[in-house]
């Protein structure tokens, strides 16, 4: 069986959750039960907030003046997760695809980093934030991601060591060869991670050795072929997970 409830439709509410409580619903959340889902008063909703774990809720009202009446709790809050992925800006539809499958890989901060060669500096932060909104609704989870707005790359790096000091980045570099990366992930220092993905066309070799010169950066590969970014991302987070992260888990 399911550890999640996924026959039930769910949705982010930004608003406070308790049991008795009664969430009006805006003119696209109503359109989306009502109309596309046709949804009638008294069906059952799963809701969230990113802060007060998931509620079950029923639909009140009409297409008019829809709410939501919630119930009673399902799940509790669980903690932000702790992985942050930082990654050069891509145009649009591979950058809505980006950002939720690392919503569904576990990240819990979303970091847009400009490189020498990215090719979008500026970012639609709406956007990004309905893309991970959707992702946590489908997926089950509990936490909307924080998302930076995009930095330089070489002041994010400047900055690490007295901002982030125990946090490493594992940076996915497309011409390390000849190595595991289990095996180097194995062996990092354990604490809290960041994983770093690059534009297309890769990092300037620049870029590249002052990356690799950093002591708070471990440099993997992935794999004998040549990944589209955003290939690259759900390849090394899944990679990062699951050597690493949360899937390592016991």
Not at 8 to 31: C, H, I, M, S, Y
Request: aromatic residues 6%.
């Amino acid at each position: 069986m399911s550890r999640y409830d996924f026959t039930t439709q769910r949705l982010f509410l930004d608003a406070p959750l308790a049991e008795g409580g009664r969430v009006p619903l805006d003119k696209n959340q109503t359109n989306y039960l009502v109309n596309v889902l046709r949804m009638n008063a008294g069906d059952p909703v799963l809701v969230f907030n990113g802060r007060d774990g998931e509620w079950r809720a029923e639909l009140d009202g009409d297409r008019k003046k829809a709410a939501l009446i919630i119930t009673e709790m399902q799940r509790a809050q669980t903690p932000e997760a702790s992985l942050h992925y930082l990654f050069a800006p891509l145009k649009h539809a591979r950058l809505d695809y980006m950002i939720q499958k690392a919503v569904e890989m576990g990240v819990g901060r979303l970091r847009p980093v400009i490189t020498r060669r990215t090719q979008v500096a500026r970012l639609n932060d709406e956007r990004l934030r309905a893309n991970a909104i959707e992702a946590a609704e489908q997926c089950g989870i509990l936490s909307i991601p924080e998302i930076d707005p995009p930095r330089p790359l070489r002041d994010l790096l400047a900055e690490w060591p007295a901002h982030e000091p125990e946090r490493r980045i594992i940076f996915c570099d497309e011409d390390e060869a000849g190595a595991n990366p289990v095996t180097i992930l194995s062996a990092s220092p354990k604490g809290p991670l960041a994983v770093l993905i690059g534009p297309e066309g890769g990092f300037s070799p620049d870029e590249r050795a002052a990356l690799k010169a950093l002591p708070f950066v471990t440099s993997i590969p992935l794999g004998p072929r040549i990944l589209r970014a955003d290939t690259a991302a759900v390849a090394a987070l899944a990679l990062v997970q699951a050597v690493a992260g949360d899937w390592n888990e016991a």
